[in-house]
T-cell receptor, first 112, second 118 residues
Framework: NAGVTQTPKFQVLKTGQSMTLQCAQD?????MSWYRQDPGMGLRLIHYSVGAGITDQGEVPNGYNVSRSTTEDFPLRLLSAAPSQTSVYFC???????????FGNGTRLTVT | DQQVKQNSPSLSVQEGRISILNCDYTNSMFDYFLWYKKYPAEGPTFLIS?????DKNEDGRFTVFLNKSAKHLSLHIVPSQPGDSAVYFCAASASVITGSSNTGKLIFGQGTTLQVKP
């Protein structure tokens, strides 16, 4: 099992560009979520999904879109990147939202 | 507002001694708490959890204590080992559906960097 796979590992964007951070899991988990990690702020929840076709906002959803068309994939879209979105992004999954999350190894995004 | 707070950014202990990491929360609806450990360039990994029906949970060298009246939990590592050096995050979630629900959301603290010196 690969677990939770995030691509790319690193990305540099210019302000205003768009991109999609990919996240895939092979554990047949229903619950998936996206976090960003910033110094002194810990991990903050961006969006989450309790199953295919269902998504909801977390603590810091502005500037990000998600969709969940399959159980395996949960992409995070930045429509117009801003320097404030420079961060390390983690995708996570679990069998349901009350069980411990399995995290990917993160995507380090820099917006200039 | 920070609903889960880890007020100590860093902690340094000697190998073999006890490490105590603290976490406070403000939302009284939280009823499930977890600790995660994170090494550099890796994702966080689950360490130990506790439900609000308990006040203590133990797993090997790791013990989590929950004080609901104080809205405080702590992670004890005994004995501490150099391999325990990492960032530790506490996290909390609520099972009760409310108007501004935290159901489905796992909220993390800021993290505490633990250094265990040989």
């Amino acid at each position: 099992n690969a677990g939770v796979t995030q691509t790319p590992k690193f990305q540099v964007l210019k302000t205003g560009q768009s991109m999609t951070l990919q996240c895939a899991q092979d554990m047949n988990h229903e619950y998936m979520s996206w976090y960003r990690q910033d110094p002194g702020m810990g991990l903050r929840l961006i969006h989450y999904s309790v199953g295919a076709g269902i998504t909801d906002q977390g603590e810091v959803p502005n500037g990000y879109n998600v969709s969940r068309s399959t159980t395996e994939d949960f992409p995070l879209r930045l429509l117009s990147a801003a320097p404030s979105q420079t961060s390390v992004y983690f995708c996570a999954s679990s069998s349901d939202w009350r069980t411990p999350l399995h995290f990917g190894n993160g995507t380090r995004l820099t917006v200039t | 507002d920070q609903q889960v707070k880890q007020n100590s950014p860093s902690l340094s202990v000697q190998e073999g001694r006890i490490s105590i990491l603290n976490c406070d929360y403000t939302n009284s609806m939280f009823d499930y708490f977890l600790w995660y450990k994170k090494y550099p360039a890796e994702g966080p990994t689950f360490l130990i959890s506790i439900s609000s029906i308990k006040d203590k949970n133990e797993d090997g060298r790791f013990t989590v204590f929950l004080n609901k009246s104080a809205k405080h939990l702590s992670l004890h590592i005994v004995p501490s080992q150099p391999g325990d050096s990492a960032v530790y995050f506490c996290a909390a979630s609520a099972s009760v559906i409310t108007g501004s629900s935290n159901t489905g959301k796992l909220i993390f603290g800021q993290g505490t960097t633990l250094q265990v010196k040989p």
